[in-house]
């Protein structure tokens, strides 16, 4: 049976077309979910794409954070439902509690759209496994608050407990604390990191490497051997 992945679309949403292709150059299925709908329509795991949802007023993800979809997506992702979080969708993660701290303006106050080189810190998530913990890999990365922080509490509860899964390497591009370009939870199912891996899964887009499936091969295996 094929596994079934969902993708979000917010009203301002960009990269929702590129991750369902993405999930489906991966061997998955994906499928089509609206904000407005509470039903995830059976699905496996559930992606928060990239962009610029509700054109990022009040702050990025903070109205996202209250579409009925994700009433559901909380509540299912509490319960070990897989959610992985791209760039907007790691903002909206932060601001739905899912994750830990929060998004802030890159420190130099411009947009950033630069090929990114990230070394993979925990490989053992449900979006991670495909690779190896200190591999390096290059991964897209576009912008404008993409800056992690926390209180220092949080931040030392996440480097304890191994929940950095990425972190930036020869360059931070946006000021982001410990260097950090994407997190997990404590469970291991939901995982936030501002790179676009759905931008680096085919030879011929993106970076012109796949450093990025390996996110989207992961979680179907997840998915087929649970």
């Known amino acids: 049976m094929t596994a079934r992945i969902g993708v979000v679309t917010f ?16 061997g998955a299925e994906p499928v089509a979910l609206w904000h407005k709908d509470k039903d995830l329509k059976q699905v496996d795991a559930v992606v928060l794409c990239g962009g610029f949802s509700y054109g990022d007023y009040l702050r990025a993800g903070a109205i996202a954070r209250f579409s009925p979809v994700m009433d559901t997506v909380i509540d299912q992702a509490k319960a070990g439902l897989p959610v992985l979080g791209i760039c907007n969708g790691f903002q909206i993660l932060t601001e739905a509690h899912l994750l830990p701290g929060g ?8 947009f950033i759209c630069r090929d ?6 925990n490989a053992d998530t449900a979006w991670t496994t495909d690779y190896e913990a200190g591999q390096e890999i290059h991964i897209p990365l576009k ?5 992690y922080v926390a209180d220092q509490r949080t931040l030392d509860e996440l480097e304890a407990e191994g929940r950095v899964a990425f972190r930036y390497l020869g360059f931070n591009p946006n000021g982001s604390l410990n260097d950090i370009a994407g997190i997990t ?10 790179p676009h891996p759905e931008h680096a899964v085919e030879s011929l ?5 796949t450093d990025g499936l390996p996110f989207f091969t992961s979680i179907l295996k997840k998915l087929v051997t649970a």
């Open 185 to 194: 939870n404590a469970a291991g199912n939901v995982v936030g990191l501002m």
């Open 11 to 26: 009203p301002g949403s960009l990269d929702d077309r590129d991750t369902r292709r993405a999930i489906r150059v991966a």
């Open 103 to 110: 998004m802030l303006g890159n420190d130099h106050l411009h």
């Open 143 to 147: 912008n404008m608050d993409g800056r």
């Open 205 to 209: 887009i993106g970076t012109g490497r």
């Open 116 to 121: 990114q080189k990230l070394r993979v810190e």
